[in-house]
């Protein structure tokens, strides 16, 4: 005995009524999904201009701008010791870069992961080599450092930094 299958008019009906809008809904999605990877591409390149700006600030030695756009209850942890406040920040940094003329700053790997539209994580390992005013080196070395910056009125803003440096044995 063999089967025969039939379709209903009124499913072939609603079938043709909802297709329709199901490859709409889907389409729609793709867009979005297209257009929320590219502001995240533009997002993570804002994140990328602010973090480069400190580094700048931080070739030429210019403690002030490293830590511009840091707000007064930022925190660092480098190498273990945590500071509580840009102002300890910045306090330290001084004391560090006293006889710092210049320094080059090299960055071998980078990345930006976004936690959400205003919250952002960068990872990075870099190099430096400092310099005094007579262009003799000074301190030099590699380092991990990593960055939580949050994005308020419209400027990325460094909230927190963590930097370590390989031990020395």
């Known amino acids: 005995m063999k089967l025969r299958r039939t379709v209903n008019p009124i499913l072939l009906i609603i079938w043709a009524l909802i297709a329709p809008s199901t490859v709409l809904a889907e389409n729609t999605q793709s867009e979005l999904k297209l257009e929320n990877a590219s502001l995240s591409e533009e997002t993570k390149k804002e994140v990328l201009a602010s973090v480069h700006q400190m580094w700048d600030d931080a070739r030429s030695a210019n403690v002030g701008g490293m830590f511009e756009t840091a707000p007064d209850d ?51 390992d870099m190099s430096y080599t400092q310099y005094d005013a007579n262009g003799q080196p000074l301190e030099s070395g590699p380092y991990a450092i990593t960055l939580v910056l949050k994005k308020k009125n419209g400027v990325w803003q460094n909230i927190h930094t963590h930097q370590s440096f390989p031990s020395e044995h």
């Not at 870069?97 to 936690?115: A, P």
Request: avoid cysteine; charge should be negative; charged fraction near 20%.
């Open 74 to 124: 930022h925190t660092y942890v480098m190498a273990g010791f945590p500071l509580w406040s840009k102002a300890q920040a910045l306090e330290l940094y001084e004391a560090a870069f006293e006889k710092v003329s210049v320094q080059t700053i090299d960055t071998d790997k980078e990345q930006v992961t976004l936690l959400s539209d205003s919250v952002a994580l960068y990872v990075a």
